[in-house]
Protein backbone atom coordinates (compact mmCIF):
# COMPACT_ATOMS: atom_id res chain seq x y z
CA UNK A 1 0.00 0.00 0.00
CA UNK A 2 1.30 3.48 -0.67
CA UNK A 3 1.41 6.04 2.20
CA UNK A 4 -0.86 8.14 -0.38
CA UNK A 5 -3.45 5.07 -0.47
CA UNK A 6 -3.36 5.20 3.20
CA UNK A 7 -4.09 9.01 3.54
CA UNK A 8 -7.00 8.10 1.56
CA UNK A 9 -8.33 5.36 4.30
CA UNK A 10 -6.83 7.66 7.31
CA UNK A 11 -9.23 10.71 5.69
CA UNK A 12 -12.03 8.86 4.96
CA UNK A 13 -12.09 7.99 8.91
CA UNK A 14 -11.55 12.12 10.15
CA UNK A 15 -15.21 12.10 10.88
CA UNK A 16 -14.88 9.55 13.88
CA UNK A 17 -13.91 11.14 16.78
CA UNK A 18 -12.82 10.30 20.62
CA UNK A 19 -12.35 12.46 23.67
CA UNK A 20 -9.90 14.95 24.07
CA UNK A 21 -7.06 13.46 26.67
CA UNK A 22 -7.06 15.83 29.07
CA UNK A 23 -10.78 15.73 29.60
CA UNK A 24 -10.43 12.11 30.13
CA UNK A 25 -7.83 12.26 32.46
CA UNK A 26 -10.12 14.38 34.44
CA UNK A 27 -12.94 11.65 34.77
CA UNK A 28 -10.64 8.83 34.97
CA UNK A 29 -9.59 10.55 38.01
CA UNK A 30 -12.99 11.32 39.22
CA UNK A 31 -13.58 7.82 39.01
CA UNK A 32 -10.67 6.75 40.57
CA UNK A 33 -11.44 8.38 43.62
CA UNK A 34 -14.94 6.68 43.16
CA UNK A 35 -13.38 3.37 43.35
CA UNK A 36 -10.81 4.28 46.42
CA UNK A 37 -13.29 5.73 48.12
CA UNK A 38 -15.31 2.22 47.96
CA UNK A 39 -12.70 0.14 48.83
CA UNK A 40 -11.73 2.17 51.48
CA UNK A 41 -14.55 2.70 53.12
CA UNK A 42 -16.18 -0.88 52.79
CA UNK A 43 -13.16 -1.94 54.81
CA UNK A 44 -11.21 -0.06 57.22
CA UNK A 45 -12.96 3.50 57.00
CA UNK A 46 -11.64 6.26 59.20
CA UNK A 47 -10.58 6.34 61.92
CA UNK A 48 -13.79 7.02 65.13
CA UNK A 49 -11.93 9.73 66.47
CA UNK A 50 -11.32 12.09 63.12
CA UNK A 51 -12.88 14.95 64.27
CA UNK A 52 -10.66 16.04 67.27
CA UNK A 53 -7.99 14.38 65.01
CA UNK A 54 -7.90 16.97 62.97
CA UNK A 55 -7.59 19.76 65.37
CA UNK A 56 -3.42 18.23 65.17
CA UNK A 57 -0.68 19.04 63.47
CA UNK A 58 0.30 15.74 62.56
CA UNK A 59 -2.52 14.24 61.70
CA UNK A 60 -3.22 17.06 59.44
CA UNK A 61 0.35 16.96 58.01
CA UNK A 62 -0.10 13.43 56.57
CA UNK A 63 -2.75 15.00 54.44
CA UNK A 64 -0.41 17.93 52.77
CA UNK A 65 2.14 15.11 51.99
CA UNK A 66 -0.24 12.75 50.32
CA UNK A 67 -1.69 15.57 48.21
CA UNK A 68 1.54 17.73 47.15
CA UNK A 69 2.19 14.08 45.86
CA UNK A 70 -1.37 13.58 44.10
CA UNK A 71 -1.27 16.68 42.51
CA UNK A 72 2.25 16.87 41.17
CA UNK A 73 2.35 13.05 39.89
CA UNK A 74 -1.10 13.69 38.56
CA UNK A 75 0.41 16.78 36.48
CA UNK A 76 3.39 14.93 35.43
CA UNK A 77 1.41 11.91 33.80
CA UNK A 78 -0.51 14.18 31.88
CA UNK A 79 2.74 15.59 30.40
CA UNK A 80 4.21 12.23 29.83
CA UNK A 81 0.74 10.71 28.09
CA UNK A 82 1.31 13.76 25.62
CA UNK A 83 3.58 13.17 22.88
CA UNK A 84 5.76 16.29 22.73
CA UNK A 85 4.91 18.13 25.39
CA UNK A 86 7.37 20.07 27.99
CA UNK A 87 7.59 18.21 31.18
CA UNK A 88 10.43 19.70 32.86
CA UNK A 89 8.43 22.11 35.71
CA UNK A 90 6.51 18.70 36.31
CA UNK A 91 9.43 17.07 37.46
CA UNK A 92 10.36 19.48 39.10
CA UNK A 93 7.00 19.90 41.26
CA UNK A 94 7.70 16.16 41.95
CA UNK A 95 10.32 17.09 44.38
CA UNK A 96 7.75 18.80 46.73
CA UNK A 97 6.12 16.30 48.67
CA UNK A 98 9.62 14.44 49.58
CA UNK A 99 10.73 17.91 50.41
CA UNK A 100 7.80 18.59 53.05
CA UNK A 101 8.49 14.80 53.95
CA UNK A 102 12.09 15.56 54.93
CA UNK A 103 11.34 18.73 56.55
CA UNK A 104 8.31 17.05 58.72
CA UNK A 105 10.87 14.50 59.90
CA UNK A 106 13.79 16.82 61.06
CA UNK A 107 11.32 18.90 62.91
CA UNK A 108 9.35 15.55 64.37
CA UNK A 109 13.38 14.86 65.16
CA UNK A 110 13.90 18.02 67.20
CA UNK A 111 10.53 18.24 69.42
CA UNK A 112 10.66 14.53 69.77
CA UNK A 113 13.06 12.75 72.60
CA UNK A 114 15.17 10.46 71.67
CA UNK A 115 14.15 7.33 73.15
CA UNK A 116 10.57 8.22 71.75
CA UNK A 117 11.89 7.96 68.26
CA UNK A 118 11.92 4.08 67.49
CA UNK A 119 8.27 3.80 69.32
CA UNK A 120 6.81 6.99 66.51
CA UNK A 121 8.96 5.15 63.78
CA UNK A 122 7.53 1.80 64.58
CA UNK A 123 4.37 2.65 65.16
CA UNK A 124 1.10 0.25 65.85
CA UNK A 125 -0.65 -0.09 62.46
CA UNK A 126 2.94 -0.80 59.24
CA UNK A 127 1.34 -3.99 58.08
CA UNK A 128 -2.03 -2.76 57.91
CA UNK A 129 -0.22 0.11 56.24
CA UNK A 130 1.66 -1.42 54.13
CA UNK A 131 -1.34 -4.04 53.06
CA UNK A 132 -4.34 -0.99 52.69
CA UNK A 133 -2.52 1.57 50.56
CA UNK A 134 -1.44 -1.04 47.77
CA UNK A 135 -5.36 -2.15 47.90
CA UNK A 136 -7.10 0.79 47.85
CA UNK A 137 -4.28 2.08 45.30
CA UNK A 138 -4.73 -0.83 43.00
CA UNK A 139 -7.71 -0.17 41.04
CA UNK A 140 -6.84 3.44 40.27
CA UNK A 141 -3.73 2.46 39.09
CA UNK A 142 -5.16 -0.08 36.38
CA UNK A 143 -7.77 3.10 35.52
CA UNK A 144 -4.75 5.09 35.39
CA UNK A 145 -2.62 2.89 32.94
CA UNK A 146 -5.26 2.42 30.86
CA UNK A 147 -5.99 5.53 30.50
CA UNK A 148 -2.06 5.57 29.51
CA UNK A 149 -3.40 3.40 27.12
CA UNK A 150 -5.56 5.97 25.58
CA UNK A 151 -2.78 7.95 25.43
CA UNK A 152 0.61 8.23 23.65
CA UNK A 153 3.55 8.22 26.16
CA UNK A 154 6.54 8.06 24.61
CA UNK A 155 8.30 6.97 27.45
CA UNK A 156 6.11 4.20 28.61
CA UNK A 157 7.73 2.92 31.94
CA UNK A 158 8.44 6.14 33.08
CA UNK A 159 4.68 6.98 32.75
CA UNK A 160 3.75 3.90 34.05
CA UNK A 161 5.48 4.41 37.38
CA UNK A 162 4.51 8.33 37.54
CA UNK A 163 0.94 6.46 37.66
CA UNK A 164 2.09 4.05 40.22
CA UNK A 165 2.98 7.32 42.29
CA UNK A 166 -0.90 9.07 41.36
CA UNK A 167 -2.47 5.63 42.34
CA UNK A 168 0.26 5.30 46.05
CA UNK A 169 -0.95 10.03 46.62
CA UNK A 170 -4.50 8.99 45.97
CA UNK A 171 -4.54 5.28 48.00
CA UNK A 172 -2.43 7.16 50.66
CA UNK A 173 -4.54 10.38 51.06
CA UNK A 174 -7.33 7.71 52.23
CA UNK A 175 -5.18 5.65 54.60
CA UNK A 176 -4.50 8.79 56.04
CA UNK A 177 -7.86 9.05 57.26
CA UNK A 178 -8.10 6.06 58.82
CA UNK A 179 -4.45 5.51 60.66
CA UNK A 180 -3.32 6.23 64.30
CA UNK A 181 -0.11 6.86 63.52
CA UNK A 182 0.73 10.16 62.64
CA UNK A 183 4.01 11.10 63.16
CA UNK A 184 6.47 12.17 59.95
CA UNK A 185 8.83 9.12 60.91
CA UNK A 186 5.91 6.49 60.20
CA UNK A 187 4.79 8.22 57.37
CA UNK A 188 8.57 8.65 55.54
CA UNK A 189 8.89 5.13 56.43
CA UNK A 190 5.72 2.90 55.87
CA UNK A 191 4.21 5.15 53.38
CA UNK A 192 7.09 5.21 51.16
CA UNK A 193 7.37 1.87 50.85
CA UNK A 194 4.07 0.98 50.23
CA UNK A 195 3.63 3.68 47.56
CA UNK A 196 7.06 2.39 46.37
CA UNK A 197 5.29 -1.16 45.74
CA UNK A 198 3.07 0.45 43.62
CA UNK A 199 5.55 3.01 41.59
CA UNK A 200 7.21 -0.57 40.43
CA UNK A 201 3.85 -2.03 39.87
CA UNK A 202 2.95 0.94 37.34
CA UNK A 203 6.49 0.97 35.58
CA UNK A 204 6.11 -2.74 35.18
CA UNK A 205 2.17 -1.94 33.82
CA UNK A 206 4.05 0.61 31.89
CA UNK A 207 6.59 -1.95 30.29
CA UNK A 208 3.91 -4.42 29.68
CA UNK A 209 0.38 -3.34 28.50
CA UNK A 210 1.16 0.60 27.29
CA UNK A 211 2.17 -0.05 23.69
CA UNK A 212 0.79 1.59 21.05
CA UNK B 1 10.94 24.74 8.98
CA UNK B 2 8.95 27.78 9.89
CA UNK B 3 6.23 29.71 12.29
CA UNK B 4 4.43 30.08 9.40
CA UNK B 5 4.41 26.16 8.69
CA UNK B 6 3.35 25.59 12.31
CA UNK B 7 0.47 28.51 12.44
CA UNK B 8 -0.44 26.67 8.88
CA UNK B 9 -0.16 22.70 10.03
CA UNK B 10 -2.60 23.75 13.69
CA UNK B 11 -4.83 25.78 11.66
CA UNK B 12 -5.87 22.29 9.58
CA UNK B 13 -5.65 19.98 11.84
CA UNK B 14 -7.92 21.76 14.66
CA UNK B 15 -10.15 22.41 11.12
CA UNK B 16 -9.59 18.68 10.44
CA UNK B 17 -10.97 17.66 13.83
CA UNK B 18 -13.71 19.87 13.75
CA UNK B 19 -14.87 17.88 10.82
CA UNK B 20 -13.25 19.13 7.35
CA UNK B 21 -11.66 16.13 5.28
CA UNK B 22 -10.35 18.51 3.10
CA UNK B 23 -8.40 20.31 5.68
CA UNK B 24 -7.38 16.32 7.02
CA UNK B 25 -6.27 15.27 3.76
CA UNK B 26 -4.14 18.36 3.36
CA UNK B 27 -2.73 18.48 7.06
CA UNK B 28 -1.81 14.50 6.33
CA UNK B 29 -0.17 15.17 2.77
CA UNK B 30 1.91 17.89 4.64
CA UNK B 31 3.12 15.89 7.36
CA UNK B 32 3.93 12.57 5.32
CA UNK B 33 6.76 15.09 3.48
CA UNK B 34 8.09 16.42 6.66
CA UNK B 35 8.09 12.65 8.00
CA UNK B 36 9.83 11.52 5.34
CA UNK B 37 12.45 13.82 5.22
CA UNK B 38 12.91 13.91 8.86
CA UNK B 39 13.05 9.47 9.10
CA UNK B 40 15.39 9.34 5.64
CA UNK B 41 18.11 11.81 6.88
CA UNK B 42 17.67 9.76 9.91
CA UNK B 43 17.99 5.60 8.67
CA UNK B 44 21.95 6.18 7.13
CA UNK B 45 22.20 1.95 7.11
CA UNK B 46 20.19 -0.55 5.85
CA UNK B 47 16.97 -2.59 7.70
CA UNK B 48 14.39 -0.17 8.14
CA UNK B 49 13.06 0.86 5.41
CA UNK B 50 12.27 5.21 5.87
CA UNK B 51 8.42 5.10 4.14
CA UNK B 52 7.66 2.25 6.71
CA UNK B 53 8.24 4.48 9.63
CA UNK B 54 6.57 7.38 7.78
CA UNK B 55 3.20 5.28 7.43
CA UNK B 56 3.17 3.87 10.97
CA UNK B 57 4.31 7.17 12.25
CA UNK B 58 0.92 8.43 9.87
CA UNK B 59 -1.18 5.87 11.61
CA UNK B 60 -0.06 6.58 15.21
CA UNK B 61 -0.86 10.19 14.10
CA UNK B 62 -4.50 9.51 13.21
CA UNK B 63 -5.36 7.23 16.02
CA UNK B 64 -3.63 9.37 18.91
CA UNK B 65 -4.82 12.76 17.38
CA UNK B 66 -7.38 12.88 20.51
CA UNK B 67 -3.73 13.56 21.98
CA UNK B 68 -3.12 16.42 20.46
CA UNK B 69 -4.28 19.69 22.44
CA UNK B 70 -5.71 22.61 20.16
CA UNK B 71 -3.75 25.70 22.07
CA UNK B 72 0.02 23.55 21.92
CA UNK B 73 2.12 23.55 18.55
CA UNK B 74 1.98 20.63 16.44
CA UNK B 75 5.11 19.85 15.21
CA UNK B 76 6.55 18.80 18.38
CA UNK B 77 3.67 16.64 18.87
CA UNK B 78 4.08 15.33 15.45
CA UNK B 79 8.01 15.06 15.99
CA UNK B 80 7.66 13.00 19.14
CA UNK B 81 5.79 10.42 17.49
CA UNK B 82 7.78 10.23 14.51
CA UNK B 83 10.98 10.02 16.83
CA UNK B 84 9.27 7.25 19.15
CA UNK B 85 8.15 4.94 16.02
CA UNK B 86 11.67 5.77 14.34
CA UNK B 87 13.44 4.07 17.73
CA UNK B 88 10.71 1.56 17.83
CA UNK B 89 11.24 0.34 14.33
CA UNK B 90 15.29 -0.33 15.01
CA UNK B 91 14.42 -1.56 18.31
CA UNK B 92 12.45 -4.43 16.87
CA UNK B 93 15.37 -4.92 14.71
CA UNK B 94 17.35 -5.43 17.40
CA UNK B 95 19.20 -2.00 17.12
CA UNK B 96 19.20 0.85 18.92
CA UNK B 97 19.46 5.00 17.99
CA UNK B 98 19.30 8.01 19.31
CA UNK B 99 17.83 11.27 18.06
CA UNK B 100 17.91 14.35 19.41
CA UNK B 101 14.65 16.75 18.89
CA UNK B 102 17.12 19.66 18.25
CA UNK B 103 17.89 18.44 14.86
CA UNK B 104 13.92 17.70 13.37
CA UNK B 105 14.38 21.52 12.65
CA UNK B 106 16.73 20.92 10.02
CA UNK B 107 14.18 18.68 8.12
CA UNK B 108 13.15 19.40 4.84
CA UNK B 109 9.51 17.98 2.53
CA UNK B 110 10.69 15.19 0.94
CA UNK B 111 7.87 13.13 -1.92
CA UNK B 112 7.11 9.81 -1.68
CA UNK B 113 9.34 7.43 -4.13
CA UNK B 114 7.86 4.51 -6.05
CA UNK B 115 8.75 1.60 -4.64
CA UNK B 116 8.65 -2.25 -5.11
CA UNK B 117 9.52 -3.46 -1.82
CA UNK B 118 6.82 -5.37 0.75
CA UNK B 119 5.29 -2.63 2.87
CA UNK B 120 4.93 -3.48 6.48
CA UNK B 121 1.20 -2.10 6.25
CA UNK B 122 0.83 -4.66 3.82
CA UNK B 123 1.15 -7.80 6.35
CA UNK B 124 -0.62 -5.92 9.20
CA UNK B 125 -3.63 -5.67 6.46
CA UNK B 126 -3.23 -9.40 5.56
CA UNK B 127 -4.29 -9.94 9.38
CA UNK B 128 -7.47 -8.09 9.39
CA UNK B 129 -10.86 -9.89 9.41
CA UNK B 130 -11.78 -10.28 5.76
CA UNK B 131 -15.26 -8.05 6.02
CA UNK B 132 -12.30 -5.26 7.60
CA UNK B 133 -9.63 -5.80 4.99
CA UNK B 134 -12.29 -5.52 1.67
CA UNK B 135 -13.11 -2.22 3.27
CA UNK B 136 -9.99 -1.11 4.28
CA UNK B 137 -8.19 -1.72 0.96
CA UNK B 138 -11.61 -0.54 -1.34
CA UNK B 139 -11.03 2.75 0.41
CA UNK B 140 -6.73 2.82 0.22
CA UNK B 141 -5.76 0.93 -2.55
CA UNK B 142 -9.00 0.80 -4.67
CA UNK B 143 -9.60 4.74 -4.22
CA UNK B 144 -13.47 4.21 -3.51
CA UNK B 145 -15.66 6.49 -1.60
CA UNK B 146 -17.21 5.35 1.51
CA UNK B 147 -20.83 5.31 -0.11
CA UNK B 148 -19.00 3.45 -3.50
CA UNK B 149 -17.74 1.11 -1.00
CA UNK B 150 -20.51 0.48 0.55
CA UNK B 151 -22.49 -0.30 -2.91
CA UNK B 152 -19.85 -2.90 -3.43
CA UNK B 153 -19.69 -4.72 -0.93
CA UNK B 154 -23.26 -5.05 -0.25
CA UNK B 155 -23.75 -3.26 2.81
CA UNK B 156 -24.85 0.30 4.75
CA UNK B 157 -22.41 3.18 4.99
CA UNK B 158 -22.32 2.98 8.80
CA UNK B 159 -21.28 -0.19 8.49
CA UNK B 160 -18.14 0.19 6.33
CA UNK B 161 -17.17 3.04 8.65
CA UNK B 162 -17.13 1.12 11.49
CA UNK B 163 -15.40 -1.23 9.71
CA UNK B 164 -12.94 1.02 8.22
CA UNK B 165 -12.19 2.36 11.73
CA UNK B 166 -11.67 -0.87 13.51
CA UNK B 167 -8.92 -2.06 10.44
CA UNK B 168 -7.29 1.38 10.73
CA UNK B 169 -7.20 0.71 14.96
CA UNK B 170 -5.76 -2.80 14.08
CA UNK B 171 -3.18 -2.16 11.56
CA UNK B 172 -1.61 0.52 14.31
CA UNK B 173 -1.77 -2.14 17.17
CA UNK B 174 -0.12 -4.66 14.64
CA UNK B 175 2.41 -2.15 13.62
CA UNK B 176 3.28 -1.84 17.57
CA UNK B 177 4.02 -5.93 18.13
CA UNK B 178 5.85 -7.00 15.01
Same mark, same amino acid.
Given at each position: ???????????????????????????????????????????????????????????????????????????????????????????????????????????????????????????????????????????????????????????????????????????????????????????????????????????????????? | ?????????????? !???????? #?? =?? /????? +???? &? @??????????????????????????????????? !???????? #?? =?? /????? +???? &? @?????????????????????????????????????????????????????????????????????????????????????
Amino acid at each position: MRTEDLIKALDADARNKAMPLGLAWCLAVGVAVVVAAMVFFMTIGPRPDIMPAMHTMRFMSKFVFTLALTASAFALVRALSTPGEASRRAKLWMLAAPVLVVIAVILELLVVPEAEWGRRLVGSNMMICMSFIPLIGIGPLAIFLGMLRYGAPTRPVLAGAIAGLLAGGLAATFYAAHCFDDSPLFVATWYTIAITFLTALGALGGRLFVRW | MTGKDEAELSRLLR !AAIAGDER #AY =AD /FLHRI +AALV &R @GFVRRKIVQGGVDPEDVVQETLLAIHVKRHTWRED !APVLPWVY #AI =AR /FKLID +AFRR &R @GRRIEVEIDEIAESFAEPEAETVSERDINRALDGLPPAQRSVVSSISVDGHSIGETAAKLGISETAVRVSLHRGLAAIAKRFGRQ
